[in-house]
């Protein structure tokens, strides 16, 4: 529902891109306990054969968020602000390993970026989401 809500907020599929980003960042900030559960089995070998398995409802979870982000790149493309080259698939798959690294790396180095390099949290958020949005446009 976290992304269902963010992806119809907005109409282009550039603003959807960004809202469902947002929202993710929201969701490990207010649930972080949650959100490294959700870590956990993403890096472990799972078998999905037992349908009821912890690990296959959060794969199951995992490809519903996916399509989501497949649904904005797809009204990007089709309402012109993102560009007709980009592959859907391959570009919600990059955009999620490359938000889900940012979230862990700014819960376990964002204080030292603050201290030693000057620079926040925040800075580093909206520069990702600036990187992001030239890419795809």
Sequence with gaps: DLFKNAIHEYKTGIEKIRAIGEAYLRF?????????ALMYFESQELDLHDCDSVGAQVQH???????????????GISDGTIRKDIDAQKTAIILWAQTTGL????????????QHHDIKKEELINYSFELIRHSLT
Aim: proline share 3%; glycine share 6%.
């Design 103 to 114: 979230i862990q790396i700014l819960t376990l180095k964002g204080e030292h970026f603050e």
């Design 61 to 75: 979870k995992g490809h519903d968020a996916l399509l989501y982000v497949i649904e904005a790149i797809q009204c």
């Design 28 to 36: 490990a900030q207010k649930d972080p306990d949650y959100f490294n």
